[in-house]
């Protein structure tokens, strides 16, 4: 029996031996555009068995670490408060159990989960976060948890220049104005990154990639694809260059699976997420 | 210029003469499986365009009726319980105008807006529904206003007797040993029709299509297709058979465009509601 | 070497032994709403190899015949008199040189371009015409060669009670109450087919079917699906009792393959052209 | 965590204890038009979400029953006689555990490996095959195991009159001829599916659903889509007269759920199969 | 109620007050190869919704600026000709109102009408030309006023070295042969921008974008797509460069929204339009 | 009557003239993930009606040279060595005949055919091999003749360093490691494309790309897209380097169309197809 698309890329070591746990948040009820992201971490399961599980860029094989695919949290449909919670307690868990949270969205609010547990557990933690959209208005249509509010909810717990920002694109006026006072903000690419890692060297860094940092050329399959991303080669780059960071924790979110019927987003999902784990696995 | 694609089917009364108000609810955000009949209201009107405004089924042009198509109502992204609110604002505008509302959904659970108004006007409201689903749970993954519910949620307002259920052929095994208690249930086809007709007579109605009481054949652009539905002639049957009632509202919801590229489902959408529309406005 | 995919269904008699001569006319330039019929002729090809040659129906195979698939016509971009002429110019070719000529569209106007031919061979011509439009509009936004127009045009030549549709659910009501005094008109269905088989009975006969005419759950891939229509069914009925008419010239119009990706609508067009060529040809 | 999509339809009981082993085949390389049933075990699976496990046709849910899935076969790529042989000796492993083997296909050729072991094990088996195409070929394009020879391969085991065959309308001539000598033919639809089940009635029967025997409009979702077939309806009442047969085993086949980007046929592929199992379950 | 959705990204100024006229051309009679770019001007308004006003590049609203969305003309249903005359009239009205157009295609053949009217206006106009293709055919299938001919109309308006081509890399070889005599073209790229910007200081210039410039990883949505062109920041680049020129005019032409269902190309358009309106507004 | 489409780009020379013959090869029975490379010959040849047949890159037409297009093979359904032998035979012939073959695949495996005859022909053969995928392993899932198998078969054919790979970036660790000792491996790019050139001046070379070499931003069309892949430009500057190669054979393969709806991948395959041939043909 072939039971391994029941993981992503084989990703199937028992709970105890593993160093990382890998989860699915399968939730988009605040997607302002376009739905679909729920489907993200069902899809990229079973696509990546078109992937190897080496790496030329690492020459590392994923399976050289332990990581266990716990699979999806149950949905809250509708109610992204409870959905934030439930990843919040999963996430504790998981940390509390001596084990890096990995997970894949879903809607970038959700990110609000896991941070929240890691911001309590180290006081200094710093965030990477590369992204077509600033994510930065204190609310939105009267929100405080959708996907636009996720980085500034995160600067709450924070404060001001823990968080360096990538590839941003899109926003309001407000909020760009904003941002130079509050983070550290590389628009339109990652030029500053050398920069930045040498600055979070040493401390614990939370990874959250949304996907549509990219060029909707390489990744149509989001909700909102913003023209005049970056490329497949700069993302890697970058991840290339987590590798002795100490990452405590990390996310890959807001693949819509659907609105890529060529299926070239999934495949460009599972790659990033593999040459991530291999990068920042233990 | 030629700004007709802007309103459903050149109805373009002005407000104040208009006897019927038309306006969609572009909203999804408690849907469970598979989400985007918010997109429903924009691609209806635009698609309207391939249509004409005459009947040969009832020998009238759309145009005979005054109609007013206000537009889409603001989505509050992410909260249904304030979706529904600004839905039963709207709606009771209207009614308090002295016309007719008519909303074009959205999820199934946005109909709470429009007949908790109808319900306080109308305490002898009768519900004609058309559906796949029971949509008769009190709660639904803790929720009280999902699509799941909304039935329910009308039956606390009327109580025993006055719904009238037609196409039912999905639900969990609690609902329809409840149902057989407190509604007419039709299962599978509009068989019940005529005596359901007959109980109205002269009463006030309300009537709540689900598009996906139509066979995934007939409509595959919605988010939950569940074989073994009627087909479009017997849903335009039992629209001609609504002139005479005294309609004082109607919504037609669940059309989730996207998942049906050939527009096949779209236009079933723009017909039925043309049909709905001679057949009941005055 | 397989060169089958060239020709439709193994349709490759050479031209001077053949009865019956095949050509595609791949042109869509007054299309009012979805356009892209113009590359109905070449899907076919290609997809009529997913077909049997042999008719279960019919108990005959299509090789029983002697047919010629010449190809397509060279495409007058932008010009559809033109166009017309074109095909005029070889139908008459195909005529004079003793065989019948089926065409496959493109859209419906060019049938003007064969009937013409046909009405000037054969003053008693009588039209059997399956469709979902009336097609009877004098003009149509100021045009006289539409696909609006064409059974118009085809009235001009052959005058009253010549023309029978079937499967009639869309015009403007102007054209339908015309067509009460001009033509024979079947509403919705095929229902009177049996009464004007007997009308037209040792009489010259032409048959030009618009693929639309069946319903949209069977045939989505047209540019104008119009909910209502007949069924497969009730289409190949209709054809297995064209056996022994004197049928000199059909068509069949209005495939658009792209809007239906699934390939349905297509493998429909095919099995009907095989149904039809091995009902009327000698 | 919500394992539940990794199952069909929460089929989850264990090994042990279930009456029924549901395996998946995930194989389509003799597939000669279009292949993709490969993709079926695992779409029909994650589809499963969208459906409730209560069938109001049956009044039972299929939680009511002990049926284990044991997830997907690993594919022998580019190999039918491996991948045929594979099955063979896991069904084997299951009827000598005392269970009844149900196959989600993957192409019809695998048939024979269920076929053959049910067949040696009970020389009375009997066939009931729903299809679109005979099957009934010797060999094709010189092979003995695609799926155009799947039930000429059932004949060899069995002989004459042991296969009914329902929904029959392609093939070629001599096919037909054959099968009017050796099987009992249904030309069309399930007319002669009575008398069947009364010949059958207190044998072992095998029942092998190719899911094209239904028109293309209610299943797009096939890589050889044959207009003409029969209905949701149809099937659905073949399958509720099997309760009360002596079912043995079953297989359902050919579902290519890339053709229908709606998600239309794999939502009746799911619902056909549910109603499978409640009605053949003990 | 949300009527934004009427008009691209809240160009909702009214006419008096506007500086810039906005109109969509919806007609792709002429089209060659694949038709669809009708659909654009209604897409482009609908998706303009998932864009941001604020464009971080330009480090302005679009908001800032009056503009008056005058929504689409009306189709002249397969006559090219009356659609450029009723281009042209429209265009003059704009211009004689003080106003400057910005047309929305539609195929490229309909920048004739607008160009026609600022030819005769300004006698010394030059034109910038974004276009994978040559567009310089004088005659084409024996047109003269389809998408191939645009270019050499506008030559034969305008004479030698007033047309400036960018991204050119499909044509014929006597289209190349002849524009090296009287074109300025740039093959390829936009490497010889800054000189033209420096030819045509000061004088009116009309740009007109041919949206397939763009290479198809970046714009699949379109006719003819044609690889090997520019990036998004080229495109970018090269329209952050029209600040400070003496813009009459400009179109953004040949998106066929439906060949790419991902939404992207359209993403593009919308994005392009942004920073165009933006760049050349007053 | 319009029959250019049934050949690639007016490649029709009669066979006795052609120095080159290009043929199709429509099969896929081993692919191991996503099937439909079959398709491409035929979509390849239909689709190239958009593309002109003049290269400005080359300055050369296509029609210039004498090119062959003889269709394609029959495929040997569900038999890869079948199928592999029946290129082979007809490449023999070819070969006899003094020309050069061209293949349009297809998987592929299927250039162990073509390459098995040009390497008894010329012992000092020469492979330009350009891929995302090493295929480099002696057997896959047991098998000898898979796609993942082919570079490995030709080595065993020509022994060490005769192999140079461009553009590779997915594979085992093993054939990584193998590759280092046995061939001449480029990763990720074409950076040694030069130094590779002047090894094999003058001698015999196949080349063979498998088009998934491309990123999969500009060929999602393929049945495992890699991403990290070489830019359309990339390629191209590649192939326009082959002018003055001593080329005496090639091949195009794993286009498979349906993956890529909006027709982009298959223009590439197209452009591709024809720069290659001009720069390799004499």
Redesign the interface.
């Known amino acids: ?3 391994s ?2 993981t992503f890329l084989f990703c199937n070591a028992n709970y105890d031996e593993a160093k990382t746990v890998l ?1 699915g948040a399968p939730f ?9 992201t ?1 489907f993200a971490p ?1 899809v990229i399961r ?1 696509e990546s ?6 790496s ?1 860029y690492q ?1 590392k ?1 994923i399976t050289d670490f332990k990581i266990f695919d ?11 408060k ?1 959905m934030i919670d439930s990843i919040a307690s999963f996430t504790k868990q998981i940390v509390s159990d001596g084990k890096m949270p990995v997970m894949i969205g879903g809607e970038h609010s959700l990110s609000i989960g896991t941070i929240q547990v890691m911001a309590k557990k180290y006081p200094d933690l710093h965030i990477l976060h590369f992204d077509a959209h600033t994510d930065l208005r204190d609310t ?4 405080k ?2 996907h636009a509010n996720v980085l500034y909810r995160v600067w709450e717990m924070l404060g001001d220049n823990r968080i360096f920002q990538f590839g ?6 407000e909020e ?1 104005a904003w941002a130079k006072k509050h983070v550290v903000q590389n ?1 339109y690419n990652t030029n500053g990154l050398d920069e930045a890692l040498e600055r979070v060297k040493g401390k614990p860094v939370y990874i959250t990639i949304d996907y549509d940092v990219l ?4 990744f ?2 989001t909700g ?5 991303g970056i490329s ?2 700069e993302l ?1 780059e970058a991840i290339l260059k987590f590798k002795g960071l100490n990452v405590v924790g990390a996310d890959v979110m807001e693949l819509a699976p ?7 987003s999934t ?2 999902a599972c ?2 997420l593999r040459e991530l784990l291999i990068a920042i696995c233990k």
Chains 1, 2, 3, 4, 5, 6 share one sequence.
């Open positions: 029996m072939d039971k698309s029941l989860f988009d009820g605040t997607t302002s555009f376009r739905p679909g729920r069902m079973n068995y078109g992937l190897e599980i080496y030329p020459d094989e716990s699979g999806d949290l149950v949905p809250n449909v509708g109610d992204v409870a939105y249509y009267g929100h948890f959708s941003i694109r899109s926003g309001d006026k760009f628009k060029d909707p050329s390489v149509p399959g909102t694809p913003e023209p005049g497949f080669h890697l659907h609105y890529d019927q060529s299926g070239a495949a460009v790659k990033i």
